[in-house]
T-cell receptor, first 113, second 115 residues
Framework: DAGVIQSPRHEVTEMGQEVTLRCKPISGHNSLFWYRQTMMRGLELLIYFNNNVPIDDSGMPEDRFSAKMPNASFSTLKIQPSEPRDSAVYFC???????????FGPGTRLTVL | GESVGLHLPTLSVQEGDNSIINCAYSNSASDYFIWYKQESGKGPQFIIDIRSNMDKRQGQRVTVLLNKTVKHLSLQIAATQPGDSAVYFCAEIDGDTGTASKLTFGTGTRLQVTL
């Protein structure tokens, strides 16, 4: 099993540009989570899906952030427009309903200049 | 003013010694806890878990202790090795394994293993 796959691994962009982060969960997992990790606030849950449906998006910082899960094997986190304070490592994790353990991807390091 | 970053407590341990990493959790209703290890440049990785109806669980070289009275969790690593150097997070779950459950992570502790 390849584990959770995230792309790109690194993204450098300029303020105001649109950024799209991608995630492929582990096959068969039906819960998907997006996290952001910064030195300021540690690891924060942004949003999570169950069976492709958003369950809790209370962690999404503001309207510039949006997430979708069009099917069981793909999710995106979009930031439009991006700002320097969005610079962070963004992790995707997946889980099989009926279990507690979340499996994390390698993360996407985003730098907004 | 200038913002201050999150200060990670650091534990320095000599190779071969035992390590104890502590965590205080916030929600007395949490019924499940996980310890994660995060190496530099990687995502968090599951180490060991424990349910709230237990006070101790052992794995390979690791033991987790849970004290619900004071809402305290600890991770003990026996015979610490250089490969154990990482940031360790405790995480708590309030909810069942269905749609409602999500992890709340602690701030983390950095473990440095010296030779």
């Amino acid at each position: 099993d390849a584990g959770v796959i995230q792309s790109p691994r690194h993204e450098v962009t300029e303020m105001g540009q649109e950024v799209t982060l991608r995630c492929k969960p582990i096959s068969g997992h039906n819960s998907l989570f997006w996290y952001r990790q910064t030195m300021m606030r540690g690891l924060e849950l942004l949003i999570y899906f169950n069976n492709n449906v958003p369950i809790d998006d209370s962690g999404m910082p503001e309207d510039r952030f949006s997430a979708k899960m069009p099917n069981a094997s793909f999710s995106t986190l979009k930031i439009q427009p991006s700002e320097p304070r969005d610079s962070a490592v963004y992790f995707c994790a997946s889980r099989l309903t009926g279990t507690y353990e979340q499996f994390f991807g390698p993360g996407t390091r985003l730098t907004v200049l | 003013g200038e913002s201050v970053g999150l200060h990670l407590p650091t534990l320095s341990v000599q190779e071969g010694d035992n390590s104890i990493i502590n965590c205080a959790y916030s929600n007395s209703a949490s019924d499940y806890f996980i310890w994660y290890k995060q190496e530099s440049g990687k995502g968090p990785q599951f180490i060991i878990d424990i349910r709230s109806n237990m006070d101790k669980r052992q794995g390979q070289r690791v033991t987790v202790l849970l004290n619900k009275t004071v809402k305290h969790l600890s991770l003990q690593i026996a015979a610490t090795q250089p490969g154990d150097s990482a940031v360790y997070f405790c995480a708590e779950i309030d909810g069942d394994t269905g749609t409602a459950s999500k992890l709340t992570f602690g701030t983390g502790t950095r473990l440095q293993v010296t030779l």
